[in-house]
């Protein structure tokens, strides 16, 4: 009995711990959190531009109006407009329209502007009457007339004709001015925009086209007016954008159309081509030069000029070490790398010796250009080709733009022969072959000016 009481105890408390213990349960697999893929943020043609400098979008733009392409105001501003301008100029040229230039369709860009922009004698002027700065066609339009009321350029013909008038004028205001133009005789209205400070106003007058831009300032207005034949709207309406935009009736100082003094102190590159001393390099980085000193080596003579190719040849005395460049037979290849050395200011103070790639371009008059434009200093700079030799001499040319004054370049090449020719016109023997070691050959100028 005893026993069997035992048992069933032992039974009864297995029972209660067999309840007592945690019943075991089936692993949850934990649901998958729903994830987004980060996607980088893809660049727009617009955020392109607006990383481009102020000259560089002013430039662009203004290529584009002498293209054909823009008809928009140039003033440096990103806008669809402009974009679209790009990406019809690409598909012109067939390349895909991505609204972005790549230095290749740059170089042609400013090579197809070029050609009208000659063409038409284009160049900014001062308005000596009014004190106005303009741009004018000056091939277009040789005649001027001026008096005390402003100025007048016309063609020998009068199919083309542009004038430049002044008043004062009591409570002047942009609206009346504007209405006063519209009612002139003959005038129909195609286009017409009035704001406080100036307005616009487009169409034809007696079959002739014509627009009007008028600028306010407290009691007087500056007018500006050109009239041209239906006949010659092909080569006008480019040349019309182009006033429009460099049209600034009341700049901040007279020498506002002027090119930019030059500094006091500037910085070119120049090649070494003999190892007695002589240097080439890009003749108006070294023009009006109190004295021109050779980094690390003192001053340096100039010995010969060329103005038309635009190429000086300087001499030092004493130097050694010196390691002349192979002048070559290198040809204007579509890339090119320039050696040269650039401003301190654009490398912490330094003096370097540097190296940029650029595209080359086959322009008018048969001017090669180099795209993108080195920086300041690389006047003079070598240029290389993709077989190491010595392809020619880089030159900067200030750029015309129609639009605000600003100072810009752009890079020219001066081909190997022609430098070649140039130094051996004045009795300097040079070596031939490939660069080799380029940098070795390149000085910095230094030109101290008034």
């Given at each position: 009995?005893?026993?069997?009481?035992?048992?069933?105890?032992?039974?009864?408390?297995?029972?209660?711990?067999?309840?007592?213990?945690?019943?075991?349960?089936?692993?949850?697999?934990?649901?998958?959190?729903?994830?987004?893929?980060?996607?980088?943020?893809?660049?727009?043609?617009?955020?392109?531009?607006?990383?481009?400098?102020?000259?560089?979008?002013?430039?662009?733009?203004?290529?584009?109006?002498?293209?054909?392409?823009?008809?928009?105001?140039?003033?440096?501003?990103?806008?669809?407009?402009?974009?679209?301008?790009?990406?019809?100029?690409?598909?012109?040229?067939?390349?895909?329209?991505?609204?972005?230039?790549?230095?290749?369709?740059?170089?042609?860009?400013?090579?197809?502007?070029?050609?009208?922009?000659?063409?038409?004698?284009?160049?900014?002027?001062?308005?000596?009457?009014?004190?106005?700065?303009?741009?004018?066609?000056?091939?277009?339009?040789?005649?001027?007339?001026?008096?005390?009321?402003?100025?007048?350029?016309?063609?020998?013909?009068?199919?083309?004709?542009?004038?430049?008038?002044?008043?004062?004028?009591?409570?002047?205001?942009?609206?009346?001015?504007?209405?006063?133009?519209?009612?002139?005789?003959?005038?129909?209205?195609?286009?017409?925009?009035?704001?406080?400070?100036?307005?616009?106003?487009?169409?034809?007058?007696?079959?002739?086209?014509?627009?009007?831009?008028?600028?306010?300032?407290?009691?007087?207005?500056?007018?500006?007016?050109?009239?041209?034949?239906?006949?010659?709207?092909?080569?006008?309406?480019?040349?019309?954008?182009?006033?429009?935009?460099?049209?600034?009736?009341?700049?901040?100082?007279?020498?506002?159309?002027?090119?930019?003094?030059?500094?006091?102190?500037?910085?070119?590159?120049?090649?070494?081509?003999?190892?007695?001393?002589?240097?080439?390099?890009?003749?108006?980085?070294?023009?009006?030069?109190?004295?021109?000193?050779?980094?690390?080596?003192?001053?340096?003579?100039?010995?010969?000029?060329?103005?038309?190719?635009?190429?000086?040849?300087?001499?030092?005395?004493?130097?050694?070490?010196?390691?002349?460049?192979?002048?070559?037979?290198?040809?204007?290849?579509?890339?090119?790398?320039?050696?040269?050395?650039?401003?301190?200011?654009?490398?912490?103070?330094?003096?370097?010796?540097?190296?940029?790639?650029?595209?080359?371009?086959?322009?008018?008059?048969?001017?090669?250009?180099?795209?993108?434009?080195?920086?300041?200093?690389?006047?003079?700079?070598?240029?290389?080709?993709?077989?190491?030799?010595?392809?020619?001499?880089?030159?900067?040319?200030?750029?015309?733009?129609?639009?605000?004054?600003?100072?810009?370049?752009?890079?020219?090449?001066?081909?190997?022969?022609?430098?070649?020719?140039?130094?051996?016109?004045?009795?300097?023997?040079t070596e031939a072959g490939k660069a080799g070691d380029a940098k070795a050959s390149m000085l910095r100028l230094i030109c101290v000016r008034k």
């Amino acid at each position: 009995m005893r026993s069997m009481l035992s048992a069933t105890a032992m039974i009864m408390l297995a029972s209660a711990a067999h309840a007592q213990a945690p019943a075991q349960s089936t692993p949850v697999k934990p649901k998958p959190v729903a994830t987004v893929p980060v996607r980088p943020a893809v660049q727009t043609p617009a955020d392109t531009a607006k990383s481009m400098t102020q000259t560089e979008r002013l430039s662009i733009q203004s290529d584009l109006a002498w293209t054909g392409n823009y008809n928009g105001a140039i003033n440096g501003e990103v806008s669809d407009r402009m974009v679209n301008s790009i990406k019809a100029f690409q598909q012109t040229n067939g390349g895909k329209p991505t609204g972005v230039l790549n230095p290749q369709e740059r170089g042609l860009l400013a090579a197809a502007a070029k050609k009208p922009r000659d063409t038409v004698g284009w160049k900014i002027v001062t308005d000596l009457v009014t004190g106005a700065r303009l741009g004018i066609p000056g091939k277009l339009v040789p005649q001027q007339i001026s008096d005390s009321g402003g100025s007048k350029w016309q063609s020998s013909t009068g199919t083309i004709q542009v004038l430049l008038t002044r008043r004062r004028e009591e409570a002047l205001t942009s609206a009346k001015l504007a209405e006063a133009e519209r009612k002139q005789p003959g005038r129909k209205l195609d286009y017409s925009a009035v704001k406080p400070d100036f307005f616009v106003l487009s169409g034809l007058q007696s079959q002739k086209k014509f627009y009007v831009r008028g600028q306010l300032k407290g009691d007087e207005v500056r007018i500006l007016t050109i009239l041209y034949d239906q006949a010659t709207e092909g080569t006008m309406e480019p040349v019309v954008i182009a006033m429009s935009s460099a049209f600034d009736a009341f700049p901040a100082s007279a020498q506002a159309a002027a090119p930019p003094p030059r500094k006091k102190v500037e910085y070119a590159s120049g090649i070494v081509v003999s190892a007695d001393g002589a240097i080439v390099t890009d003749r108006p980085a070294v023009d009006g030069c109190l004295s021109i000193t050779v980094a690390g080596h003192g001053n340096a003579d100039k010995i010969a000029e060329d103005k038309t190719r635009d190429l000086a040849l300087l001499r030092i005395y004493g130097a050694r070490d010196l390691r002349p460049l192979p002048l070559g037979t290198g040809a204007a290849k579509s890339d090119l790398t320039l050696i040269g050395i650039a401003d301190p200011q654009n490398q912490g103070g330094g003096g370097a010796v540097s190296s940029v790639k650029a595209a080359t371009t086959q322009g008018t008059n048969n001017e090669t250009t180099l795209s993108p434009s080195p920086g300041i200093g690389f006047a003079g700079a070598a240029a290389i080709d993709t077989e190491g030799t010595f392809a020619g001499l880089t030159q900067l040319k200030p750029v015309v733009i129609a639009g605000p004054a600003t100072a810009t370049s752009q890079a020219v090449l001066a081909p190997a022969d022609v430098v070649r020719n140039f130094v051996k016109a004045n009795g300097v023997s040079t070596e031939a072959g490939k660069a080799g070691d380029a940098k070795a050959s390149m000085l910095r100028l230094i030109c101290v000016r008034k």
